[in-house]
């Protein structure tokens, strides 16, 4: 009986014991059981025992308290210590996301974010982290990060013998002699197998083949027929194609019946207007015919797909100079030549023999020192330098240098571009993964 009492009294002072240290800890504040767990998570990470200090951390991290940012910073080193176990990269990534998305997240962890995509080859993933560092913070660390990293491109294999500007979303892709359409990065979507075929748009291109001209849609189904005899056809966009008929142009929409007013040259339509020459000059029209610049001019610069117009301006030939016009109206000085101007961003013009950039207003925007250039498609323009060509920045920096043949602009993303293989593609590793149009 002593002996069982004995035994009875020793279990409940241990009861009390445990029940004296539950109050201990719960009287604890969370500040307080932060720190006891970050320093017996300590203990374990100075001996290298990464696996017992993550659930500790993970603990202390969970308060909203005075310590979880240290406890948090902590934690990650940890899991980065275990980076090669299962499920501690995406613990890692987690807390990352955590971290980006408070309302006050410093720079700091986005920059962290995208250093360590960056080093796992994750591109695309380390440029959306930037972005929504610069998005939400505006530091001009995040902004050079961003910018020494946006031009990281990927090649597509597939290799053509002749490609056009890119329109769009689309392209004009020439194989085994027969063109087709692809996609921005090259990636076919009608088939090479038309003697000819026009810019894709509105869910049409128009192809001839064997001598008949007609439209087909994005599945390759014929949807029109010309009916009456072509010589030749333009691009098709803002729902206007022009055909050669008997000697002159002739205008026609998507269900490809011509027009009656006729012309004796005329571009592809973009923004609602085109080049178009009679009696022997040029000027641009809208498409009901109605005339933003008069035909008085020796002529009009268009880009390879024959468009003229962007950002309201146009430029004309005159007595051997190039001028620009900008809602009809000439602006600035005289070039030696020009490209058109896309939808965004800078013009390319010549002149003292080298080519440099300017805006829509005609202010200079980087110096004259290319041997030769393509007007800025998005943030990029195809710049010439000794027999190579590359690409810089609206900054006037080169983004990619300069290692092809030829080059052509950006859009959606992606680039023509002749290497020894042929005409391919780049894609900015920025817009890989993005939903393509």
Request: aromatic letters at 12%; charged letters at 25%; proline letters at 2%.
């Amino acid at each position: 009986m002593k002996k069982a009492k004995r035994i009875m009294i020793g279990a409940g002072c241990f009861v009390l014991l445990f029940i004296s240290w539950i109050i201990v800890v719960n009287s604890k504040s969370p500040s307080e059981k932060q720190l006891e767990l970050m320093r017996r998570a300590e203990e374990f990470t100075k001996d290298g025992i990464y696996i017992h200090a993550v659930p500790l951390l993970e603990e202390a991290a969970g308060y909203n308290a005075a310590h979880t940012l240290a406890a948090e910073e902590e934690l990650k080193k940890a899991y980065l210590a275990l980076i090669n176990n299962r499920g501690m990269s995406r613990r890692y990534i987690d807390m990352l996301e955590k971290q980006m998305s408070r309302n006050d997240a410093r720079p700091g962890v986005f920059a962290e974010a995208a250093n360590y995509y960056l080093d796992i080859s994750r591109i695309p993933e380390a440029l959306t982290a930037l972005r929504a560092g610069i998005e939400a913070t505006g530091d001009e660390w995040l902004v050079s990060l961003y910018e020494g990293n946006r031009y990281a491109f990927a090649v597509n294999r597939t290799s053509y013998e002749r490609v056009a500007a890119i329109h769009g979303s689309t392209v004009q892709v020439q194989s085994d002699g027969l063109w087709g359409i692809a996609a921005s990065d090259g990636i076919i979507r009608i088939p090479c197998e038309y003697d000819r075929i026009s810019t894709f748009s509105g869910d049409r291109a128009i192809v001839m083949r064997n001598g008949e001209i007609y439209a087909v849609d994005s599945n390759n189904n014929r949807v029109a027929m010309l009916h009456e005899r072509s010589a030749d056809f333009g691009n098709y966009a803002d729902n206007r194609i022009s055909f050669l008929i008997d000697g002159v142009w002739r205008r026609a929409m998507g269900d490809l019946q011509p027009g009656t007013v006729e012309f004796e040259q005329i571009g592809m339509y973009s923004g609602g207007y085109a080049a178009a020459k009679v009696n022997g000059k040029w000027g641009v029209i809208d498409t009901m015919s109605g005339w933003l610049i008069s035909a008085e001019y020796d002529g009009i610069i268009m880009d390879e797909l024959g468009r003229c117009y962007a950002q309201g301006a146009v430029f004309v030939r005159m007595n051997g100079a190039v001028f620009l016009f900008v809602g009809g109206r000439q602006v600035g000085n005289a070039y030696e030549d020009a490209r058109p101007f896309s939808n965004e961003g800078y013009s390319a013009v010549k002149r003292g023999g080298k080519w440099g950039f300017i805006d829509a207003n005609g202010t200079v925007t980087i110096d004259f020192i290319f041997d030769d250039a393509l007007s800025f498609g998005q943030h990029l323009a195809a710049v010439k330098l000794d027999d190579l060509w590359g690409y810089i920045s609206i900054y006037g920096q080169i983004a990619i240098e300069p290692e092809f043949l030829e080059a052509k602009s950006f859009s959606n993303g992606s680039a023509p571009v002749l290497t020894e293989r042929g005409w391919q593609f780049i894609t900015l590793l920025e817009y890989m993964g993005r939903p393509r149009l």
